[in-house]
């Protein structure tokens, strides 16, 4: 997989390659990321790449040429026809299904704007796809792009170290993790840890945590738990779930 980034900060992005697991699979053979300044292709003679809006008001807007001369050098390197994604604040979410459709696909292109925006006719002519991080600003697209990349490549084969935690994730991508517990059992300020998971009882554990996986997702991420799209044994562990939690409201 080959991923592009066109962005005023390289350097940046770039330090994605120097940490964890995606930093390992990036430097190693699997994937190639490389970063590209728009500044080294088409800047003008004062090195700018912005300009004022047409119309007025607030801000600097990305050139069109800068952007278009940088993406057509990653053009003359990629011998495909690799998507142009934009990070944009008015772009459809991230989500978790995207990440795995451009996981099973050989690269993409993203682009990172600085500045009040960039201009239109770069989107119109060039970007395939526009993707928000949600509804909050931030300064730059550096920051939705670095998380992109994360997301993708740590679903390739054999980025995660133990084959398990890609089974687990497909499987329950669609629900929220179960809360964990490590050592100590007993912490003096804290307490103590769910009984069931000192047990040894792994049919016992297992259905814990699908219950508490199933509860949580339905309180907190409603529209993503369609009662009629579970299953009987499911439907029976989430009505346990409510029930307790009724339990322990009322003990309050
Ligand atoms: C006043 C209008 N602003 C739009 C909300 C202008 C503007 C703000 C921030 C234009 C660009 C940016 C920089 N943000 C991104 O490039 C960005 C972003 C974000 O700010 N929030 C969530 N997802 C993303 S993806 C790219």
Redesign the pocket.
Known sequence: MRIDVITLFPEWVSQLEHFGVVGRALRQTRFTLACWNPRDYGARADGRVDDRPYGGGP?MVMQYAPLAATLAAIRQVRADTAPVIL?????VSFEQGRAAELAAGSGFILV??????IDQRFIDHCVDAE???????????EL?AMSVIDAVVRLQGGVLGDARSAVEDSFTDNLLDYPHYTRPAESAEAGGVPEVLLSGDHAAIARWRQKQALGLTWMRRPARVIRERLSAAERALLDEFIAEQAAATDDE
Do not use: T
């Open positions: 801000g990070m944009s604040p008015a772009g990172a704007g600085r500045y009040e925006g993707l928000s991080m949600g509804d909050f600003v931030l300064s730059g697209g939705p």
